[in-house]
């Protein structure tokens, strides 16, 4: 693979011509890692802009468009192939205006694209290569093109000759079918649904239903996860199999659940030494990954192994989830508390070297015994385990994995060795990060962080995530409630996207609910009535661009989950989350309008929706609690028809003082509770705090609680069962249960 020289200081690339001058092309002068990976290119390339279709106007030749991102392997590929050879780069500069996009920084054109790819391959991928006439408008299209032809195929430099010749020859023809190929994939983007069945309330188990049966007719019950190879986190899945069951017990999605977090964790997509996930297994069974990192990929994964640990009561996955968030913290934190985008599928000797461990490796750094040991446990032999993906040949090397958990006897000696192994793995080439912070991916990187140190008490993880909340708000926000969409030494220019606001407010609401600190549930209600104000369509959906944005040939939306769950999901997830922390009624009404105006999608795609069934799963539940304004916070929950108000004081507990939690029960207009069977209240302590008293006086009970001195200081939870008999004049209901976690935090004031 390509070992690229250095990049000159800022303050040389700000001296140089626009055109970058004999040594650079014009990508010298932006601030993507990926393009500026190009800035040395042959190629004549030009960023997306109206520059470039105003040079092909004026030659009177097509703009060529390339799509890719920093830690695109096939990406890397073209490049060395294609765009780094002489005779290809002429070619181009020949008979095109060339332009380069990263995706990650303009989903929207990268979006419009794909649609453009998709009708001519019926498949997708990257590098994304579209042929457009200088107004705009496409003509042809395809992914990765090898450079030269070969059996069955044609090569990329005998492309460029033949449809240069079409576009000279048969310019009438070609134009036609650009205009055409426009309209039909404007009207195809623009389509709506048709009349399903509303979706509120009373609909939502019929729905939820409907998508449990949709997604477990495509689970692999032997290797996990849905369908076949490659394999990606279903992320979208997975946050809907983790919510399943908050409205009622559901042990089929418990049982994908748990089958498909093991299959990933044991994997080679699982980076077994270092912590966090590959962006996808090339095969069926998890193993052979496609090695470059993603923050996105690792930020769902934390929050749903986090999630996973307490729902299904398996402490192995929390520690999946702090691994994540360690190595997040390790290998992708920026300054300002910020973090990049990802780690490269290749280094300089080839894709993945850094993971890889040939036998005589692991012997020089583990001695025999324990190399035998750590072979035994995770599937390294003397020939290898690992191919080359295209080619299929061994690589003579070893990717760790496992087979099946590892018994608990051998767990310390299995954590020391890796721990090794990590540090003996800085030796090995390392790939190249793209610094780049996109904002809806820190979003969900805030998420991740607050869920798992809410669950694992790990206040170190819950400060980094009120840093990055910090940063993108100081960082990227330049006014209340507007975001730009990334930021690398400064902001981009491009105005934030849909999935920017709602995985922001998202990851604003988790903080919120961990932290009590309103200033979070304030902001994310700025950027969801941004959502309102500027991104909602006359659908009662949000489109995926707002008035800021250019207005390109096609219409996308951002509506059905793809590797990330949709903008549209996302929203409905911060809105079901935020109506879940508050108990406000507007809050709640909102979320289920969006729902409703998403049914259309749902109803007949259950599986491309499951994000908003996640958001429907929460809504579902009923549960809802809320941290006033008042001085001391107070939280509420709910299980209609009745309300249960908690006041903690303090909050934020010294050691060795006393604490006094209330716990108030209120019931709708029409309600009562059965005297026959009076209200229970059960409450577990954690370590180093304990129960030094209790009163009840009607539906109100005080406890005092001692905070002793061998208690923790960190996140820690109260967890409440409060169980209750609610009557009207007409019925009792069945005898209901709230199981409640409050999170309250340990200091030492010394």
Sequence with gaps: MMNRAPLPSPEIIAGLPLDGGEAYNRLIHATSPYLLQHATNPVDWY???????????????????????????????????????????????????????????????????????????????????????????????????????????????????????????????????????????????????????????????????????????????????????????????????????????????????????????????????????????????????????????????????????????????????????????????????????????????????????????????????????????YGCTAEGNAHDEATGKPTGKNLPYLDARLPEKDRTRADALLKVLQEARLTHPQPARDDKAVTAWNGMMIGGLAVTGRIAHRADLIEAAERAAGAVLEHLSPAPGKLMRSWREKPSAVPGFLEDYAAMAWGLVDLFRVTGTTRYRDQARELLQTLDQTFLSDTGIYRPTSQEHEALFIPTSDTLDQATPSGNGMACLALASLAAQTGDSRDREQAWRLLDAASGWLHPLPTGTLSYHAALSLLQAG???????????????????????????????????????????????????????????????????????????????????????????????????????????ERCLPRESLEIRVPVTIIDQG
């Design 47 to 377: 960023p997306w802009g109206a520059e470039a279709f105003a040079e092909a106007k004026n030659r009177d030749v097509p703009v060529f468009v390339s799509i890719g991102y920093s830690a695109c392997h096939w990406c890397h590929v073209m490049e060395q192939e294609s765009f780094e050879h002489p005779g290809i780069a002429g070619l181009l500069n020949r008979f095109t205006v060339p332009v380069k996009v990263d995706r990650e920084e303009r989903p929207d054109i990268d979006d419009a694209m794909m649609l453009v790819t998709q009708a001519f391959t019926g498949r997708g991928g990257w590098p994304n290569s579209i042929w457009l006439t200088p107004e705009g408008r496409p003509w042809y299209a395809g992914t990765y093109f090898p450079p030269e032809d070969g059996p069955g195929r044609m090569g990329f430099a005998t492309l460029l000759e033949r449809l240069a010749a079409l576009w000279r020859e048969q310019r009438p023809q070609v134009e036609n079918q650009a205009t055409s190929l426009s309209k039909n994939l404007a009207q195809y983007a623009t389509s709506r649904p048709a009349v399903v069945p509303r979706l509120h309330p009373p609909s939502a188990l019929m729905y939820l239903d409907r998508a449990g049966e949709a997604l477990a007719k495509t689970f692999d019950a032997r290797h996990g996860g849905f369908g076949g190879a490659p394999k990606f986190p279903p992320h979208a899945a997975l946050l809907f199999l983790a919510t399943a069951n908050r409205s009622k017990p559901d042990a089929r999605s418990d049982g994908m659940l748990r089958r498909t977090l093991d299959a990933m964790m044991l994997g080679g997509i699982h980076d077994q030494v270092g912590g966090g996930f590959h962006r996808y297994a090339t095969d069926e069974r998890w193993f052979l990954p496609h090695y470059e990192k993603m923050l996105y990929d690792n930020a769902l994964l934390a929050r749903v192994y986090a999630e996973a640990s307490s729902q299904l009561e398996d402490p192995v996955y929390l520690m999946i989830a702090e691994r994540i968030c360690d190595w997040v913290l390790r290998d992708l934190l920026l300054e300002h508390g910020l973090f990049a985008s990802s780690l490269d599928a290749d280094t300089g000797s080839g894709e993945g070297e850094t993971y890889l461990w040939t036998l005589g490796e692991l012997e020089e750094r583990l001695g025999p015994a324990d190399t035998r040991r750590f072979c035994r446990w």
């Design 623 to 729: 549960e809802a609690s809320t941290i006033s304004s008042s001085p001391v916070p107070d939280l509420s929950f709910r299980k209609v028809p009745l309300s249960l108000e908690i006041t903690l004081t303090p909050r934020h507990l010294p050691i060795r003082t006393t604490a006094e939690l209330v716990l108030s029960l209120h019931l709708d207009s029409g309600w009562h509770l059965q005297e026959q069977e009076p209200v229970t209240v059960e409450i577990g302590y954690p370590r180093g705090l304990k129960e030094a008293g209790r009163s009840a006086v009607d539906t109100t009970f005080t406890y005092r609680i001692d905070i002793e001195h061998s208690a923790p200081t960190s996140v820690v939870e109260l967890k409440l069962s409060v169980a209750f008999t609610a009557c009207s004049e």
